[in-house]
């Protein structure tokens, strides 16, 4: 039988390797469900009391949630068991594509090479890996999403086809996809006459988002572009054997070739959150530079609700412990003022949670959060 989400690009695992990625997969629904849920109860029963004598008022803001938490026994358990989850996330999932990694590099020059694609592939050498993303690991991805071990490497894309997947805990759908489905379908309810005729996806990984887009506005060109040429020439061959015509090539989000004024919809998915305060601004700037009078566009994040300074907690953890550093402090920005200075007219931006179009159960990642996605934008 077909493993769920199968395509032509898709790694193998042997028995053994799929036994041990289904342990990961249960540990980490365990870990982020009732073992997350746990720190929620830490902190009403024991934190915020002992914060509140000490301080004679309530915690203000998630750093000092985040501080407060770090002197309790269940954080320290907490913690040790998401981090340990997460390593053995890449410890699992890595070597079975390390050692297929040879047949997977001649598939994908396979797809590059025919001369029946639908897509298209331009990689250039000299895009820089800029350092937000090169400095540390990310998420502890060993080597990141562009290191190369072999010529014509796709071993990160291959690595994050099969992680991603566990990574969620299979909440994202059978093609890993339902980030860019829950755009565009957004899109669809919220200008039934939007019909972009050029689409571009930013910091597209290997394209899990970008494909619902060609589905969702047949006849439109759809662009894919990141700095990650392992993920690009994977995330090529993966659209080519699901049948979709996608044009990936290396670029920077903070400074593409495309011309001004040349899209109608600009999109981005989980890639803010991996920039940097300064890297953002320049990533507006160059979006409202690219886009068409009337175009959007709309970048979707792991941002939590903040009703309340516990409510990131979460988000702030991953920042100092699981290498998202940029993650904290995007929580806590007005975008809509942000992109206001970015050149789009403040009052045509928004920020706001959509329905997620796959609805993970409740009670899987963080229960508020679940059967929704943060999404921030502009019309320019
Ligand atoms: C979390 S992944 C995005 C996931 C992907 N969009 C998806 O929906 O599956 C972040 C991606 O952004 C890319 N990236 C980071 N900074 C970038 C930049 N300045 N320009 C282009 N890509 C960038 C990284 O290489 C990485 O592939």
């Known amino acids: 039988m077909a493993a769920f989400g199968w395509h032509e690009m898709y790694p193998d695992a042997t028995h053994d390797e799929q036994s041990r990625q289904n342990f990961v997969r249960t540990m980490r629904s365990h870990v982020l469900g009732p073992v997350l849920g746990g720190t929620g109860t830490v902190y009403n029963a024991r934190v915020k009391p002992a914060f509140e004598k000490a301080h004679q008022r309530k915690p203000e803001s998630t750093s000092e949630v985040f501080r407060a938490m770090e002197g309790d026994a269940f954080t320290s358990m907490f913690g040790s068991l998401v981090r340990t989850t997460q390593e053995m996330l890449y410890d699992t999932v890595g070597p079975s594509i390390a050692r297929q990694l040879p047949d997977l590099v001649g598939k994908a020059r396979r797809f590059r090479d025919s001369n029946r694609k639908l897509g298209s592939l331009q990689l250039d050498s000299t895009v820089r890996v800029p350092r937000y993303n090169a400095a540390a690991d990310i998420h502890c991805k060993p080597g990141g999403y562009h290191s190369e071990i072999v010529a014509d490497d796709v071993l990160a894309g291959a690595e994050y086809d099969r992680s991603i997947n566990v990574f969620f805990m299979g909440t994202l759908g059978r093609y890993n996809d339902d980030m860019g489905r829950s755009v565009a379908q957004w899109l669809r309810s919220t200008y039934p006459d939007f019909r972009p005729r050029k689409v571009l996806d930013l910091g597209c990984t290997i394209g899990h988002s970008t494909l619902p887009y060609v589905d969702t506005f047949p006849g439109a060109e759809v662009h894919a572009i990141d700095v990650a040429a392992p993920c690009l020439r994977y995330g090529h061959a993966r659209a080519e ?41 320049t990533i507006f700037r160059e979006c409202h530079r690219i886009l068409r009078p009337g175009g959007l566009m709309v970048h979707l994040d792991g941002r939590s609700f903040d009703d309340d300074p516990f409510d990131g907690y979460f988000m702030e953890w991953l920042a100092h412990y699981n290498n998202e550093p940029f ?54």
């Open 327 to 380: 993650l904290g402090t995007l929580m806590g920005l007005d975008l809509p003022a942000i992109m206001g200075e970015c050149g789009f007219a403040a009052r045509n931006a928004f920020a706001q949670r959509i329905p997620s179009a796959e609805k993970p159960s409740r009670g899987t990642l963080m229960k508020k959060e679940a059967g929704t996605w943060f999404i921030a934008g502009a019309r320019k």
């Open 241 to 281: 054997a699901l049948g979709k015509a996608i044009h990936f090539s290396q670029q920077d989000a903070e400074h593409t070739r495309f011309d001004d004024a040349s899209f109608d919809l600009v999109v981005s998915h989980l890639l803010l959150h991996e920039t940097s305060n300064k890297a953002l601004r």
